[in-house]
């Protein structure tokens, strides 16, 4: 599914759209450049969790984790990991093959951690078509 959204809000709706959609033991893998929205997206994937709290990217604790919504929610960022050992010491399987939904920011930096069967969300900018711009490709990976 590519999906192109035109402001801040636009690519929100659609993180709650797939958020609202989750089931227990899902996995999002979430890639894309600095500054084309991926926290905005994760922002309303949670809400779409029902998760009310404000919702920011990890970046100093790699893993942030929310429960009062429908689902638990464990919201990852590992732009800053050092070392994929650091995965390890987090317990990064719980997490990844439990009853939670996981969104990982920066998807490919543990690209041979992460499950067969996934969503890939990949947001793209392309400021020849305006800068809220965001071309954003869903893809279940088998």
């Known amino acids: 599914m590519i999906t192109e959204t035109f402001s801040e809000k636009e690519t929100r709706e659609l993180g709650e759209r797939l958020g609202k959609e989750a089931v227990p033991g899902s996995v999002y893998t979430l890639t894309g450049d600095l500054g084309t929205g991926k926290t905005v997206f994760t922002q309303g994937f949670a809400r779409g969790l029902g998760i009310r709290e404000h919702v920011n990217s990890p970046t100093f604790t790699i893993v942030q984790e929310y429960n009062e919504g ?73």
């Open 70 to 142: 429908r689902l638990p929610f464990y919201h990852f960022d590992v732009y800053r990991i050092g070392d994929i050992e650091e995965m390890d010491e987090i317990g990064y399987e719980d997490y990844f093959y439990g009853d939670g939904v996981c969104l990982i920011e920066w998807a490919e930096l543990v690209e041979e951690l992460l499950p067969s069967q996934r969503t890939a969300v990949r947001i793209e900018k392309d400021l020849e078509k305006g800068f809220d711009y965001r071309k954003i490709t869903v893809e279940a990976i088998q």
